[in-house]
C-alpha cells in the first residue's frame, strides 16, 4: 500500500517514542508502587506537577536539564502527600490520589492563568543526541538513535528495573511489601520505608514523564495537557504483571495511536483528530477485556499496613 511508505513509518515510530516515553515513565512508576501495595491513583496529578515545574524552570533558567530534574522534584513533591497521608498514616489511597490529581489539576491550571494566559512562553528545541552507525538506518534510525538523552535515560530504566526487580534484596522487598508485609516485617524490614521509597520514586517518575510532555513533547505548558496518560500508565502498570518489559512493549502500543495523527498527516490523509485522540482509551478498552483477567496484582495492593500487624 501508498500508505506505508518511509515518511510515513519513520513519523509513525518517531511519533509512538515521543507519545510513549512519558507513558513508560509513569508506567514504570506505577509498577513499583504497585510491587509495594500502594496504588497510586494520583500519578496523574504528579505527571502535571512536573509538567508544569519542568516547563517554569526550564523557561527561567533556560536550562532543559534543570527542566527536567525541576520536572522530577515537582511530582516527588505530590507523591510526598501520598506518602505521607497513604503510607504512613493508612488513609484510603483511591481517595487520596484522586484528591491529589484534582488539586494538582487546579493548582496548576490557576499558576498558569496568572503567570502565562496572556504571554504562552515556547521552550527552544531540546538537545538530541545522534548515535553514529545507527542514526542512519532507515525508518528506524532517525526515529530511535537521534532522540533527547531523557528517551535513552527511560529506556536505560527499563533493564534497571528489570535486574532490580530479580536481582536485589530491595526487590525482594517491594515483592514482599505488596503480596507478604507481614512476613516482611517480621524479617526486619521496615514496610512503610519500602513502600514510602516507592511512591516517592513513582513520582519522580511521574513527574519526569510530565516534563518530557511540556519541555519536549509540546514545548509550551497547558492546564490538563496529560490528557489521562497517568491512569493509562497505571493500566499498563497492571497488565505488565511486574515485567517492565511489557510496560515498554505497551507504552510503545498506545504511543503509536498517540501519534496516529501525525503520521496520517505526513501520508495525506485527513482524520478528525477527536477519532484518533480515542484510539488509545479503546486501545486501553480492548487490552483490559483481553488480558484483564489475567493481570497478575499484588495480594494487598491498595490495602494500608501499620507496623506490627500480622
Not at 501508498?2 to 516515553?21: Q, V
Not at 533527547?148 to 529506556?155: M, S
Request: some cysteine; hydrophobic content about 55%.
Amino acid at each position: 500500500m501508498a500508505l506505508f511508505t518511509e515518511a510515513f513509518l519513520t513519523a509513525l515510530l518517531a511519533g509512538a517514542i515521543s507519545a510513549g516515553i512519558p507513558l513508560l515513565l509513569v508506567g514504570l512508576g506505577e509498577q513499583m508502587s504497585e510491587k509495594s501495595g500502594v496504588l497510586n491513583i494520583g500519578i496523574e496529578g504528579m505527571m502535571l506537577a512536573g509538567a508544569y515545574t519542568g516547563f517554569l524552570i526550564a523557561w527561567k533558567s533556560e536550562s532543559m536539564g534543570l527542566g527536567f530534574i525541576a520536572g522530577a522534584g515537582g511530582g516527588m513533591f505530590v507523591a510526598l502527600f501520598m506518602a505521607v497521608l497513604c503510607v504512613r498514616m493508612g488513609l484510603n489511597q483511591i481517595v487520596i490520589g484522586i484528591s491529589l490529581t484534582l488539586c494538582a489539576e487546579g493548582a496548576t491550571a490557576i499558576l498558569h492563568h496568572f503567570q502565562f494566559s496572556r504571554t504562552y512562553p515556547r521552550l527552544p528545541a531540546t538537545l538530541k543526541w545522534d548515535i553514529p552507525v545507527l542514526h542512519d538506518i532507515p525508518v528506524v534510525g532517525p526515529a530511535l538513535f537521534g532522540r533527547e538523552p531523557v528517551v535513552y535515560f527511560a529506556l536505560l530504566l527499563v533493564a534497571v528495573f528489570a535486574y532490580l526487580y530479580r536481582r536485589t534484596h530491595f526487590g525482594l522487598a517491594l515483592q514482599a511489601a505488596g503480596d507478604k508485609p507481614a512476613a516482611l516485617d517480621s524479617s526486619g524490614v521496615d514496610v512503610l520505608k519500602v513502600r514510602t521509597v516507592a511512591v516517592l520514586t513513582t513520582g519522580a517518575l511521574a513527574g519526569l514523564g510530565g516534563a518530557f510532555m511540556a519541555i519536549v513533547g509540546a514545548g509550551i505548558f497547558v492546564p490538563f495537557m496529560t490528557h489521562g496518560n497517568g491512569f493509562i500508565g497505571i493500566v499498563l502498570a497492571m497488565l505488565a504483571r511486574g515485567r517492565p518489559l511489557w510496560v515498554l512493549g505497551g507504552a510503545t502500543l498506545f504511543g503509536a495511536c498517540l501519534s496516529l495523527t501525525t503520521a496520517l498527516q505526513v501520508a495525506g490523509i485527513d482524520i478528525p483528530t477527536d477519532v484518533i485522540q480515542m484510539l488509545p482509551f479503546a486501545a486501553v478498552m480492548g487490552v483490559l477485556v483481553v488480558l484483564g483477567s489475567k493481570a497478575n496484582l499484588p495480594v494487598s495492593l491498595g490495602t494500608a499496613y501499620a507496623r506490627g500487624e500480622r
